[in-house]
């Protein structure tokens, strides 16, 4: 159990824009910040930061909160552990129980597998540094391979004993169950025998963003030709190879300072170029390049520089990775190693300053690159020039921005000495090709010609759904604030007629709202801000001083959602910058009680509209049956309508 001071401590430390800049490129807009959703598959950001209020809003997917919500979201960690992880951050002492064998039992599964996944992380280091076998192996074949101490801690690298069932006959003893270890695939089950999946092998944890280990890399140091060379943990429910990348957890900063990744292909390859100076480095850990690892970069930058081996098969490789990144809408980059070098032994070789300096001097952009490569094996034979000018158009016509397609086409031209008119056609097949190829699309572009073509029927605003909405917006924005409002009261002149007279008076903003609604009886129709509504009548009247900004810290997960989009969405269409442009609209703070009192009146009018509906309705039900109270009724609404409506200066 965490101490309240403690969750307190951390909520009060915590920058949200911080941790969520740990994860998402953000740029500055206005008082806030915005960036690439990390929940969907997005071109345009819609993802927005508030320093201010402490809270995100993600608009592509609806999801939003504080700075735990979002560690809950992104990396499903459960409440405490997104504490844990914050409280690690900026460097908080957080009182931690150990888990009983109970606790471990109770756990969900996959939190099980979390649990087991670090404890491998931990036994595998152990192994290393503390047995002969390990210290003579392990962490002999790291040092070879020119790794320092302070490298190997870093990366958390380990050995797994050359024994059948050395590390689940551990795990088991220390408590974690058979049926997680499996789950993970670091035990291998067959029948009553269980065997261990990395036997004899130097280790490489896989880490999240965060740094929760999914899974294991592991090596092999025998020459055994039965055995792979590199063994990577199976699927299971927290690791996806298709959208984990080697290295982001110790990447992610630099990337988006650099606001460039180098993409690699091997786990030394990235550590090699940590040691040697250069973090802003991932490797797809020996699998082809997926769509989800290019968006993972995506978040962070959208530059990327793809290294790899001088040899052909290494530079095919890369060039089917190359279209992918190019469907992102990202720039790409390739540089190559001499002959017999790779992006390790490389860096292994050369000094800091060396090592930058050739990825600067030998980074191309891609269709140099593709152009070159390909060129070089057509040069002297038309049809295979005519067939790489096709595979390098064919690559432009991923790109989604017509401008850099076009930049593009008029590049390759000049490089392959050919009519840029050509280029233009050929891309416009290609593009006609997909076009119809892609059926979903063709019947979604139907669909839209459709919903043009025959007109859908006007929504119907709720009006008191936006004036509910409103209120609770004003509440939470300036609900301990204290203002001078001026009421209109009903007063009898020397005439007997009944005339507004102004008073003004000081109150708190949540006072004023609370006691406006309770002489008319007002009650919210919307159960979800009638809930928040009450929620903050109760603790402003316990603590008037409460600060509401840490509203949402202290509701359910319903009701911070809600929470979160009233008080984005006032965040997302304001102002900035107007006074550059010779525009000086007048401060919100200035108008406050205004705004207060001009939305209770207007629930007011509406209200009253609903009420007269409802006498008509009645009236009409009863068609022979003259109802004088009825009409009486009607005729007194209509009149305080009138008043209100001199009270807010217009016509209603």
């Known amino acids: 159990m965490i101490a309240k001071s403690t969750i307190d401590q951390v909520f009060e430390t915590a920058r949200l824009e911080e941790v969520i800049g740990d994860f998402v490129q953000l740029k500055k807009s206005g008082s806030s910040f915005k960036g690439l959703s990390p929940f969907s598959d997005e071109r345009s950001p819609s993802f927005m930061v508030s320093p201010v209020k402490q809270i995100w809003k993600d608009f592509s997917s609806g999801k939003g909160g504080n700075v735990v919500a979002f560690l809950m979201e992104h990396e499903h960690f459960t409440y405490p552990e997104a504490i844990k992880y914050l409280a690690k951050k900026y460097n908080i002492e957080i009182e931690e129980t150990e888990q009983s064998n109970e606790q471990r039992e109770a756990a969900d599964k996959r939190e099980s597998l979390y649990l087991v996944s670090e404890y491998a992380n931990k036994y595998f280091q152990t192994v290393m540094h503390k047995t002969d076998q390990g210290k003579s192996i392990g962490l002999s074949y790291f040092k070879e391979r020119g790794f320092t101490e302070e490298t190997i801690k870093k990366f958390d690298l380990g050995y797994s004993l050359d024994e059948w069932s050395a590390f689940t006959d551990e795990a088991i003893k220390k408590g974690y169950k058979l049926e997680f270890l499996e789950g993970t695939g670091l035990t291998i089950v067959k029948g009553e025998k269980r065997f261990d999946r990395f036997k004899g092998r130097v280790m490489f944890p896989i880490k999240s963003m965060s740094g929760r280990v999914l899974g294991f890399g592991g090596r092999i140091l025998t020459n055994d030709k039965k055995a792979a060379k590199y063994l990577n943990s199976p699927e299971s429910e927290i690791y996806y190879k298709s959208k984990v990348l080697y290295g982001i957890y110790h990447a992610k900063q630099s990337i988006a300072k650099e606001d460039n990744c180098y993409l690699v292909e091997g786990y030394t390859d990235v550590i090699q170029f940590n040691q040697t100076g250069i973090s802003n480095v991932v490797s797809s850990s020996g699998t082809a390049l997926t769509s989800d690892q290019i968006r993972l970069i995506n978040r962070l930058t959208k530059n990327i520089t793809v290294l790899f081996d001088g040899d052909a098969a290494g530079m095919r490789a890369s060039l089917r990775g190359i279209d992918l990144i190019l469907e992102q809408g990202m720039n790409v980059r390739v540089c190559t190693f001499p002959e017999g070098e790779d992006p390790d032994s490389f860096a292994k070789q050369n000094t800091l300053e060396e090592l930058t300096s050739y990825l600067e001097q030998n980074a191309k952009d891609f269709i140099q690159f593709k152009a070159s490569v390909l060129y070089e094996e057509s040069k002297n034979d038309p049809i295979k020039k005519a067939e790489t000018i096709r595979d390098i158009i064919n690559s432009i016509s991923k790109i989604p921005d017509r ?34 190829a892609n059926s979903k699309d063709a019947q979604r572009e139907k669909k839209t010609f459709e919903v043009i073509k025959h007109k859908q029927p006007v929504k119907k605003v709720d009006v008191q759904y936006v004036l509910e909405r409103k209120i609770i917006e004003v509440l939470l924005l300036y609900g301990n604030q204290t203002q001078d409002f001026e009421d209109l009261v009903l007063k009898e002149n020397e005439k007997g007629e009944l005339v507004l007279e102004p008073i003004v008076h000081e109150a ?20 979800q801000f009638k809930n928040i509504y009450y929620k903050i009548i109760d603790i402003l009247n316990q603590n008037p001083d409460f600060q509401l900004d840490n509203l949402i810290n202290v509701i359910d997960q319903d009701m911070a959602q809600e929470v979160t989009s009233i008080l984005m969405d006032d965040e997302r269409y304001a102002l900035s910058d107007w006074e550059r442009k010779d525009i000086f609209p007048k401060a919100k703070q200035e108008t406050i009680a205004q705004l207060v009192s001009e939305t209770i009146l207007s629930l007011r009018c509406h209200l009253i509209d609903q009420k007269v509906i409802g006498f008509k309705e009645q009236t009409l039900e009863r068609k022979n049956e003259v109802n004088k109270n009825i009409l009486e009724e009607v005729k007194d609404y209509y009149s305080l309508k009138m008043l209100l409506s001199r009270k807010l200066n217009r016509v209603l």
Do not use: H, W
Not at 414 to 428: K, P, S
Not at 508 to 527: A, I, R, W
């Open 403 to 436: 401008i850099k397609k076009e930049v593009y086409i008029q590049e390759c031209a000049r490089i392959m000495d050919i009519g840029e008119e050509v280029l233009f056609t050929t891309l416009a097949q290609i593009d006609k090709k997909e076009t119809e």
């Open 508 to 527: 708190k903003v949540f006072e004023k709202v609370f006691l406006d609604l309770q002489d008319d009886e007002m009650e919210f129709s919307n159960p």
